[in-house]
């Protein structure tokens, strides 16, 4: 059996892939990962022994190509959508699944490849935001807000399948015909998230069969890291009080000298030290002073386990990470699923969720100061106690579960 995993968007897409690629491996099927050729996703993909197949181009080459050129969302996926089935079409060969997450025209080249070679397709998301529910709001794209006397969810998430189908729709319907398919009425698909269930997303809108469910494990898809801790960091750590680690992760922060600076203040008059890692806002040091060390990529779950707090973006990789190191988390969101993940935090009891992206020393100061209190701090260690790990394994599980019963003669 061999699956294929496409995904382009962030890290918070690539590395769950992994972990599942790692799981799938382990119970004797064969992976094969597509992401974006950035060098730190390959180099992730190396050290867990993954097939690496690069998705059409590095995402952080794609990211820059949209800041300078602007242009309407639609436009975006039009280019995406054909160049991403050209370049995971190779990496499909002798596969019997796809399995896609990512930005949207990624997901809909991913599932128009499934359906032109017969392959198993699942979709999967890492937030619940983007699952339709009369629970909460959909996630509004940029230029498609509902009326704001619109109110009720099961009608916003009808607005919400028409905004999607207004952007996307004309896409991906020209990718299906260009290869042979017949067009769809909707581009908007739903699916469940590897933490609950997962779901078929050919039918489209608010329907779709499931077809294999994780109903009592609810466990996050991690990649077990064991690298060291560079040396001079260890010694860093092992000269002083655990330190407050502040950073954004692979997301683009505006502001972000100005971010770090404040932070570092912050961290400062709490009576901290502090940890920064660059990651893709570039982070860095106003002074020299050894109270603070700036490092670049490394081994979170291990930094994390020895850090007083984490100052961190929202992504789901991050918040993730730090839960399970039971280390009190202050979150400042910036973008998409990041305030999700920063009121689940709240709501939990295990960190400080700040109101908006753009944080003062003042704002940072009150934050920080809730997340070390001694109460919290306690409770994000009680909670880091009861996160299973086993969420990979118990996905790969179903997953090849259901590809045998797809492939067994009926």
């Known amino acids: 059996m061999r699956v294929l995993l496409s995904t382009f968007g962030s890290r918070g897409d690539v590395e769950p892939f992994v972990g599942l690629a790692v ?3 382990a119970l004797g099927a064969e992976a094969v990962v597509s992401a974006p050729g950035d060098d730190e996703f390959v180099a992730l993909l190396a050290r867990a022994g993954v097939e690496f197949s690069p998705a059409f181009m590095p995402v952080r080459h794609w990211i820059e190509l949209a800041r300078r050129s602007p242009m309407d969302i639609p436009g975006y996926g039009a280019k995406m959508i054909g160049a991403q089935y050209d370049a995971i079409s190779a990496s499909a060969a002798g596969c019997d699944a796809v399995i896609a997450t ?22 999967v998301t890492f937030c619940p935001l983007f699952l339709p529910s009369h629970h909460h709001r959909p996630f509004p794209y940029p230029g498609e807000a509902a009326p704001p006397e619109v109110t009720d969810h099961r009608a916003l998430w009808t607005h919400n399948i028409a ?7 004309s896409v991906i319907n020209r990718q299906r015909t260009e290869i042979g398919l017949l067009p769809v009425a909707t581009s908007a698909t739903t699916c469940l998230p590897p933490t609950l269930c997962w779901r078929r997303t050919r039918s489209c809108g608010h329907g779709g069969k499931p077809t294999f469910a994780n109903q009592s494990k609810r466990a996050h898809w991690i990649l077990q890291d064991k690298r060291p801790l560079p040396n ?4 860093f750590l092992q000269a002083g009080t655990p330190p407050v680690y502040l950073g954004f992760g692979s997301i683009a922060v505006q502001e972000g000298e100005a971010i770090a600076a404040a932070s570092i203040r912050a961290i400062r008059a709490n009576g901290r030290r502090a940890g920064l890692t660059r990651g893709w806002a570039g982070l860095t040091l106003e002074d020299n002073r050894d109270d603070c060390f700036l490092v670049g990529e490394v081994n979170q779950q291990a930094l994390f386990r020895r850090s007083a707090a984490v100052i961190h973006h929202g992504g789901a990789g991050t918040t993730t990470t730090a839960a399970m190191a039971g280390a009190p988390q ?15 935090v709240a709501q939990l009891g295990i960190g400080v969720a ?9 704002s940072l100061v009150a934050a920080l100061s809730m997340a070390l209190a001694t109460g919290m701090a306690e409770r994000a260690e009680a909670v880091s106690r009861t996160l299973p790990t086993n969420g990979a394994m118990v996905a790969a599980q179903l997953l090849i579960e259901a590809i045998g019963r797809k492939r067994a003669p009926s």
């Open 163 to 169: 905004a999607m189908n207004a952007l996307f729709g």
């Open 102 to 123: 990512g930005l949207m025209p990624s997901v809909g080249a991913a599932q128009c490849l499934a359906e032109k070679q017969g392959l198993h397709y699942e979709h």
């Open 232 to 235: 001079d960091l260890e010694a």
């Open 23 to 25: 799981a799938l491996k």
């Open 330 to 344: 202050v979150i400042v969101p910036q973008i998409v699923d990041q305030p999700y993940w920063a009121a689940r």
């Open 354 to 362: 700040h109101e908006g992206p753009r944080p003062t020393f003042e």
